[in-house]
């Protein structure tokens, strides 16, 4: 069983800076495409970034771009997200997410999902 | 930027009966070499994380009762409860994941009317 588990979050202050991490298990993880997707209280959903599964490709939403970044250690199964330069609005809870279903050229969608992780960001 | 449109916002169906709702994609996700809809659908009940429920745009993820289908294709799809059934009662996410950024629907609240 898939299994993905969010730490890192909490409050900070803006400006601040935190670093969310994802242990995953269940599956063999160099092997997928992974996410982070947010979700504001009581807002839909927003993709933030994704890693391809040897690094090669990386993406970011342009509401984090430059300030947010986005790594895997496949030794460790393991998917970070080191966040800078944090807004008030960068509030919401953060989910790791895995791929799968992919197609002949091995592109995917989101599959898994973990239980996130709040990220508050106030003075 | 593709952008997705959900409708409604919100939906109060009677137990047992059907419940549809409707992506708009701004752009088709309609990739013509393979002849697939890069278009997914999640279930998000109160609490938890998303759930994942028909990808490809019509193909139900293992597990999912066979109540739910999705259907269309190009920039025009459906996500169709057959039968609400009290479990049901959630919120209903369309993504298209043909380009990036992977952009969501704005999320349509399911009810019990």
């Known amino acids: 069983e898939v299994h993905l588990v969010e730490s890192g979050g909490g409050l900070v202050k803006p400006g601040g800076s935190l670093r969310l991490s994802c242990a995953a298990s269940?599956?063999?993880?160099?092997?997928?495409?992974m996410n982070w997707v947010r979700q504001a209280p009581g807002k839909g959903l927003e993709w933030v970034s994704s890693?391809?599964?040897?690094?090669?490709?990386?993406f970011y939403a342009d509401s984090v771009k430059g300030r947010f970044s986005i790594s895997r250690n496949n030794a460790r199964n393991s998917l970070y997200l080191q966040m800078n330069s944090l807004r008030v609005e960068d509030t919401a809870t953060y989910y790791c997410?895995?791929?799968?279903?992919?197609?002949?050229?091995?592109?995917?969608?989101?599959?898994?999902w973990g239980q996130g992780t709040l990220v508050t960001v106030s003075s | 930027d593709i952008v997705m449109t959900q409708s409604p916002d919100s939906l109060a169906v009677s137990l047992g009966e059907r419940a549809t709702i409707h992506c708009k994609s701004s752009?088709?996700?309609?990739?013509?070499?393979?002849?697939?809809?890069?278009l997914s659908w999640y279930q998000q009940k109160s609490g938890q994380p998303p759930k994942l429920l028909i990808y490809?745009?019509?193909i139900r993820e293992s597990g999912v009762p066979d109540r739910f289908s999705g259907s269309g294709s190009g920039t025009d799809f459906t996500l169709t409860i057959s039968s609400l059934q009290p479990e049901d009662v959630a919120a209903y996410y369309c993504?298209?994941?043909?380009?990036?950024?992977?952009?969501f629907g704005q999320g349509t609240q399911v009810e019990i009317k």
């Open positions: 890693i391809s599964s040897k690094n090669s490709d990386i």
């Open positions: 490809w745009a019509s």
């Open positions: 269940g599956f063999t993880f160099n092997n997928h495409s």
């Open positions: 997410a895995r791929d799968g279903h992919y197609d002949s050229s091995g592109y995917g969608l989101v599959v898994d």
């Open positions: 993504q298209q994941y043909y380009s990036v950024p992977r952009t």
């Open positions: 752009q088709s996700v309609l990739y013509v070499s393979n002849n697939k809809n890069y």
